[in-house]
């Protein structure tokens, strides 16, 4: 028994590289995209801003799992054929992407027009404010929201078992079929539960670091 | 030094300054007073360009305001009733960033000028502290030493002490009296007026977007013409 849990954790393990990968290339692209996202939405240029709602209302307003389909099933009708792991990566990354557009904006609007003035008397230029001023404050205001997110990018990640990607749920699901065992869900669980708390803390201690200003 | 030829501001239909015209010379110390609404932080606003004017000249040494961009705002500082400190920064972070960012000096520079600005301001032991750890009147005086850390010849305090409980407010009034003997020209919009007396050469007293009155302390205070003046005071006064 304790050798088969070992066995099957071994294989499960191997397939949550799959969702590893996927996860921080999902987490470092996103991030940027929000942030870039987010400038744009408060440019007040009025194109790129409705460029921006748009492309966030169409995000954040359809599943996550049909988007991942018209990546993966959908654009190859259009002559674009990506391989899962980039159609899997490419659809989290806008999909997350629209999310951190707003939750970043949403923090960055936070932030008192007297931060803006005090930084302007003392001389500094629309960028050195943003980068030294204002988004170094957004930081600590969006970090629960962000943690939210992080968390539940775990559990989305799940979905790319659906276009046939070996990830964790599915080297899980693989598992219980050709042994007729409920003990890889268990198992799978618990990797997910592990996952999720290292998150978790990670983003307590973040959130403690930027804890000392305030 | 600061010199204003009838200017001009409107926020939509409201006419905040109208036809605003007076020179400060290099190391006069204006206070400008009157009642709420009238125009007087709307005033340092434009100087500074946090407001821009609707029409009018506006020279700070010898620079046009409009045509200079930036420059002409280069040698001016200012401090906010709400002090607007970086809450992300320790009191020494908030006096260097702008002087090391702006200015690009190095760090051992901009430290040891912000070092003696804090001490200056009496507040050295307070360097590696946040914001958020200081009473009011500790706030100020830090804002106060981060707009000296750019070195300004020109600074403008828009109602410095007007959010501090009473208590604190003599601990700043003292730094701003402080810099007035070292000969920085000043101008302070202030409900201050035993300090606006004592620190002025000139005050300035505003009503309804308009200087009404450009005059000696002593004759604003002591002797004061208008009505609408005399009114005023006694208002304010009544108060303390």
Redesign the interface.
């Known amino acids: 028994m304790f050798d088969y849990i070992l066995n099957v954790s071994g294989y499960v393990l191997e397939g949550s590289l799959v969702t590893f990968q996927l996860y921080l290339v999902t987490a470092i692209f996103s991030v940027i995209l929000g942030v870039l996202g987010a400038l744009g939405k408060i440019s007040k240029i009025p194109l790129l801003e409705s460029i921006l709602s748009f492309y966030t209302w169409v995000f954040r307003g359809t599943p996550l799992l049909l988007q991942l389909f018209f990546a993966y099933y959908g654009l190859p009708v259009l002559g674009i054929t990506l391989e899962p792991f980039p159609a899997a990566a490419l659809t989290f990354i806008v999909n997350y992407g629209a999310y951190f557009t707003e939750i970043f904006r949403g923090g960055i609007e936070s932030i008192g027009d007297?931060?803006y003035?005090?930084a302007?008397?003392?001389?500094?230029n629309y960028r050195?404010t943003m980068s030294?001023?204002i988004i170094?404050?957004t930081v600590?205001r969006v970090l629960p929201a962000t943690s939210n997110e992080a968390i539940n990018l775990v559990k989305d990640s799940a979905l790319v078992a659906v276009i046939g990607l070996g990830d964790l749920l599915r080297a899980a699901k693989v598992a219980v079929t050709r042994d007729f065992s409920i003990i890889p869900f268990i198992i799978a669980a618990v990797f997910y539960l592990i996952i999720s708390s290292v998150i978790v803390t990670v983003f307590r201690k973040l959130e403690e670091k930027y804890s000392?200003?305030? | 030094m600061i010199k204003a030829k009838n200017i001009n501001k409107s926020f939509g239909e409201l006419e905040v300054l109208r036809d605003v015209s007076f020179d400060v010379q290099q190391g006069e110390v204006i206070s400008i007073i009157g009642p709420s609404g009238s125009g007087k932080s709307t005033l340092l606003r434009s100087l500074?360009?946090?407001e821009e004017i609707n029409s009018g000249k506006l020279f700070i040494e010898g620079i046009s305001v409009k045509k200079s961009g930036?420059k002409a705002?280069?040698k001016?500082?200012?401090v906010?009733q709400?002090f607007?400190?970086?809450?992300?920064?320790t009191v020494m972070g908030n006096l260097i960033?702008?002087p090391i960012?702006?200015?690009g000096e190095t760090k051992g520079e901009a430290k040891k000028r912000a070092e003696e600005l804090l001490n200056k301001v009496g507040l050295t032991d307070k360097k590696d502290s946040?914001?958020?750890q200081l009473s009011g009147g500790q706030k100020q005086r830090v804002a106060i030493a981060?707009?000296l850390a750019?070195e300004p010849d020109i600074m403008l305090f828009d109602e410095p002490t007007s959010s501090l409980d009473p208590e604190l407010v003599g601990e700043v009034l003292t730094v701003i009296r402080g810099l007035a003997d070292e000969n920085i020209t000043m101008m302070i919009v202030t409900h201050e007026m035993g300090f606006a007396k004592d620190v002025s050469d000139r005050v300035f007293f505003m009503d309804h977007g308009k200087i009404i009155s450009d005059t000696v302390p002593e004759k604003i205070f002591v002797n004061p013409e208008s009505e609408r003046i005399q009114n005023f005071l006694t208002k304010i006064l009544s108060q303390n």
Do not use: D, S, T
């Open positions: 007297g931060q003035e005090a302007k008397v003392l001389g500094m050195q030294r001023i170094p404050q600590k000392v200003y305030e | 500074i360009g946090l930036k705002y280069e001016m500082g200012m906010f709400g607007n400190l970086f809450p992300h920064k960033e702008a960012v702006v200015k946040y914001p958020a981060r707009a750019m």
